[in-house]
């Protein structure tokens, strides 16, 4: 060919760190905690209920906005969590997983020239879904506890500062990956109030919202008053259920917001599997009866405290983390200058996969010399990975002595 095989606009992109650390942990037979799925299966119930939908031959095209016992069900949550009371046929749309409802928000509200604050790091979809749509990213940095800090932070002068008349959109993820950040309610108010003032919306990826630690409270931003009409919340099964591979997703808000979204994810998807969306609906209903939200967040708050005595134990302090089903380890103890030699380097020669944060940045200078493990997993793998991370340390105290 005499041109480039690939569009300007996908050209940047490459291959993603994940999927080498992915490879690369195949390969040497690591113990993986770094891409975030779990290892183990999600509730028997879960899955019995799809097996139904299938043999009820509930197997052609659903409708594109999602099946109605869905929608139904994610308003029903909605109004159980006393968030608010939402019409579930104008104001819920099911996509094919949070990344199809992310990016169909972006290319449905984002204009070429548009400006979207983005909070750095990110979660990686975020970047290249703005690039695809023409906007022009505007980031705010997320600073690791320091000074008396107890968590994440931002300037608000930076926040403030990011603001411009061209600002047609805010990317907000809350709980936080990969930094486990839960934006507290003064957060959110500052980011409301700036939201407001400047006529932008919010797109604001809650994937973890079941998923919070320590006392921290997962606030929807789209409860804050005068936020409703200006925020697409974005949410999926597969966090939750530990059912990644289903790709049930879905986005919550006004029925203009949503009528934009939907313009976009008709052409993108069009729909999401329909035996797969009766589970989901089973899933959502039962949940709000069966206790599995406690006995959920239980099991994550164990797994993760496990794997941050770990990391301890082997001179990885950990930061801490308020949701999601990532940690942070400060690596500085370890030598390396950057976090990918490190986590090449573990993945390789210790046989435990993280990631390098990094990867969630646009700018690359003044990074804290970190490593993002994933916690969703059975005691038996973060056991198998102390088990090599102790004697990668003990080596290494060996050779210093």
């Known amino acids: 060919m005499t041109t480039a095989p690939s569009a300007e606009r996908v050209r940047q992109f490459g291959t993603t760190i994940f999927a080498e650390i992915s490879a690369l942990a195949v390969q040497c037979g690591a113990v993986n905690l770094g891409q975030g799925f779990p290892d183990f299966a999600g509730p028997e119930w879960v899955k019995q209920a799809a097996a139904s939908a299938i043999a009820a031959d509930a197997n052609q095209y659903a409708p594109y906005i999602g099946v109605p016992r869905l929608r139904e069900a994610i308003a029903a949550t909605w109004q159980a969590h006393d968030w608010r009371t939402i019409d579930p046929q104008t104001e819920v749309t099911v996509t094919s997983g949070a990344t199809e409802?992310?990016?169909?928000?972006?290319?449905?509200?984002?204009?070429?020239?548009?400006?979207?604050?983005?909070?750095?790091?990110?979660?990686?979809?975020?970047?290249?879904?703005?690039?695809?749509?023409?906007?022009?990213?505007?980031?705010?940095?997320?600073?690791?506890?320091s000074n008396g800090q107890t968590g994440w932070w931002f300037d608000p002068a930076e926040l403030q500062a990011a603001f411009s008349p061209r600002t047609r959109l805010v990317m907000l993820n809350t709980p936080h990956n990969p930094t486990g950040k839960v934006f507290r309610r003064a957060e959110l108010e500052q980011i409301a109030e700036l939201c407001q003032t400047y006529d932008v919306v919010v797109v604001s990826d809650e994937v973890?919202?079941?998923?919070?630690?320590?006392?921290?409270?997962?606030?929807?931003?789209?409860?804050?008053?005068?936020m409703?009409?200006?925020?697409?919340?974005?949410?999926?099964?597969?966090?939750?259920?530990?059912?990644?591979?289903?790709?049930?997703?879905?986005?919550?808000?006004?029925?203009?917001?949503?009528?934009?979204?939907?313009?976009?994810?008709?052409?993108?998807?069009?729909?999401?599997?329909?035996?797969?969306?009766?589970?989901?609906?089973?899933?959502?209903?039962?949940?709000?009866?069966?206790?599995?939200?406690?006995?959920?967040?239980?099991?994550?708050?164990?797994?993760?405290?496990?794997?941050?005595?770990?990391?301890?134990?082997?001179?990885?302090?950990?930061?801490?983390t308020e949701g999601s089903y990532f940690l942070m380890a400060d690596i500085s103890s370890t030598g390396f200058r950057n976090d990918v030699a490190f986590c090449r380097f573990l993945t390789q020669e210790v046989g435990v996969a993280a990631i390098p944060p990094s990867a969630f940045y646009?700018?690359?200078?003044?990074?804290p010399l970190l490593a993002r493990f994933c916690f969703a997993k059975r005691n038996e793998t973060l056991r198998a990975a102390q088990q090599r991370l102790l004697a990668w340390r003990q080596h290494q105290n060996a050779q210093d002595g």
């Open 228 to 320: 409703w009409e200006r925020t697409l919340t974005i949410n999926s099964l597969g966090k939750t259920f530990s059912l990644t591979g289903w790709k049930i997703g879905y986005a919550v808000g006004p029925a203009h917001l949503n009528a934009a979204l939907r313009a976009a994810h008709q052409w993108i998807t069009f729909a999401t599997a329909t035996p797969l969306q009766f589970a989901a609906a089973a899933a959502l209903e039962e949940a709000l009866h069966n206790g599995y939200y406690a006995q959920f967040r239980a099991e994550y708050t164990a797994r993760y405290r496990l794997l941050a005595e770990i990391l301890a134990s082997v001179d990885l302090p950990v930061l801490p």
């Open 101 to 145: 409802a992310l990016f169909a928000a972006v290319q449905a509200l984002v204009n070429p020239g548009d400006e979207v604050i983005l909070f750095e790091p990110f979660y990686d979809a975020y970047l290249p879904d703005v690039t695809m749509a023409g906007g022009v990213p505007r980031l705010v940095r997320l600073h690791p506890p």
């Open 208 to 226: 973890y919202d079941q998923l919070v630690f320590a006392g921290a409270e997962h606030i929807p931003i789209a409860t804050l008053p005068g």
């Open 362 to 367: 646009a700018r690359q200078h003044d990074l």
